[in-house]
């Protein structure tokens, strides 16, 4: 079994600015999330808490174009690595998870953050191709940086279709 975690896709951060390719990334997420669905894997839908994504605000919400149900686990953090100071580390081994998947945002920040911190945490660590955006002016080499630096640090990319 293995887990998709879904970093920070909250209203404060997709209508901030554009994203690069966010009809992409929207699709490629909500493929994954019922690709994961089917096959009985874990989701943990991942909210950053700040002065921007203040809890139980508008802004702190999932963004309603991403396929997170009710009853969907959901995971508070404060820091860029969702494993920093959560439980998530926790529930994985509870379940026996030993490979996550990552995907949201944004690339160089939370998301590259948590894959390095599933790395050092021992779970072998994957980053969802095209499941990662930002909206930087210079977004794509962004994107293409950061793949490039955590495949040197171990971390796989995988495509789903």
Request: charged letters at 30%; glycine letters at 6%.
């Amino acid at each position: 079994m293995k887990a998709l975690l879904i970093i920070d896709i909250q209203n404060g951060l997709t209508k901030k600015k554009d994203l690069h390719d966010f009809s992409l990334f929207v699709n490629t997420i909500n493929h994954s999330i019922n690709a994961c669905r089917k096959t009985g894997d874990l989701l943990v839908f991942i909210q950053h808490n700040n002065k921007q994504l203040k809890e139980f605000t508008e802004e702190w919400e999932i963004d309603n174009r991403i396929d997170k149900e009710d009853n969907d686990l959901t995971v508070q953090k404060l820091h860029g690595n969702a494993f920093l100071d959560t439980n998530i580390e926790s529930i994985l081994r509870e379940k026996n998870i030993s490979k996550i998947i990552v995907c949201g945002l944004v690339s160089h920040g939370c998301v590259k953050a948590t894959c390095l911190g599933g790395l050092k945490l021992g779970f072998e660590t994957t980053l969802l191709k095209n499941g990662h955006t930002n909206w930087d002016k210079n977004a794509k080499i962004k994107i293409n940086l950061v793949e490039t630096e955590l495949i040197d640090k171990g971390v796989k990319i995988v495509e789903f279709k």
